[in-house]
């Protein structure tokens, strides 16, 4: 009864290294996504997946990348780390469209990163 | 613009003390109300879904109600387990894909 498995759980970058925080689940969801978390604000969408091969952009895109090359996992890379992406992130998955259709969304259990 | 605020930021009770944390939202048409529990190190975890005002969902000591201005996540009797922040979240019906999220409430009870 995996879920949604996140790794690394926590990961220390120096300024402009590239790294990539994987995602995988095990529920056949259509829907994947990537959130951010910082202290005092809502969880922020960074991009999202509606099935293989389909990608977009959410609210706060810059800085990152996403692929999807199958239904199970949904890296996301950060391609030039900057202090401003120290954060917790999250990888979420739903069933269909996800939140388009209100549909549950499911999430992994985090990755803490720090860009020093 | 679509907002969602959650109050109070934080809250102490005591073990057996019931009380109420607030979500109030504001979007243009409301596809759906989500109430999340997350405790510390950990994703948020799925508790509700509200569609429409005047709808109301229980689990165990928590009860969610809509309005259609705002949420209350009730909390009856709570025990120390209860403990974690509680998210609250929209979906507007002319937003695909997005969610609008709120900060969160703090929740501790002492035994």
């Known amino acids: 009864n995996a879920g949604v498995t996140q790794t690394p759980k926590f990961q220390v970058l120096k300024t402009g290294q590239s790294m990539t925080l994987q995602c995988a689940q095990d529920?056949?969801?259509?829907?994947m996504s990537w959130y951010r978390q910082d202290p005092g604000m809502g969880l922020r969408l960074i991009h999202y997946?509606?099935?293989?091969?389909?990608?977009d952009q959410g609210e706060v895109p810059n800085g990152y990348n996403v692929s999807r090359s199958t239904t199970e996992d949904f890296p996301l890379r950060l391609l030039s780390a900057a202090p401003s992406q120290t954060s917790v992130y999250f990888c979420?998955?739903?069933?269909?469209?996800?939140?388009?259709?209100?549909?549950?969304?499911?999430f992994g259990e985090g990755s803490w990163l720090t860009v020093v | 613009e679509d907002q969602v605020t959650q109050s109070p930021e934080a809250l102490r009770l005591q073990e057996g003390e019931s009380s109420s944390l607030n979500c109030s939202y504001t979007?243009?048409?409301?596809?759906?109300l989500f109430w999340y529990r997350q405790d510390p190190g950990k994703g948020p975890e799925f508790l509700f879904t509200?569609?429409?005002?005047?709808e109301e969902k229980e689990k165990e000591r928590l009860k969610a109600t809509l309005t259609k201005k705002e949420s209350f996540l009730h909390i009856t009797a709570p025990k120390p387990e209860d403990s974690a922040t509680y998210l609250c979240?929209?979906?507007?019906?002319?937003?695909?894909?997005?969610?609008?999220w709120g900060a969160g409430t703090k929740l501790i009870i002492k035994p």
């Open positions: 979420a998955s739903s069933y269909g469209s996800g939140p388009r259709s209100g549909n549950t969304i499911y």
């Open positions: 979240a929209v979906q507007a019906m002319d937003s695909n894909y997005q969610l609008i």
């Open positions: 509200l569609y429409s005002a005047g």
């Open positions: 529920m056949n969801h259509e829907y």
């Open positions: 979007v243009s048409g409301l596809r759906g």
């Open positions: 997946s509606v099935g293989a091969g389909i990608t």
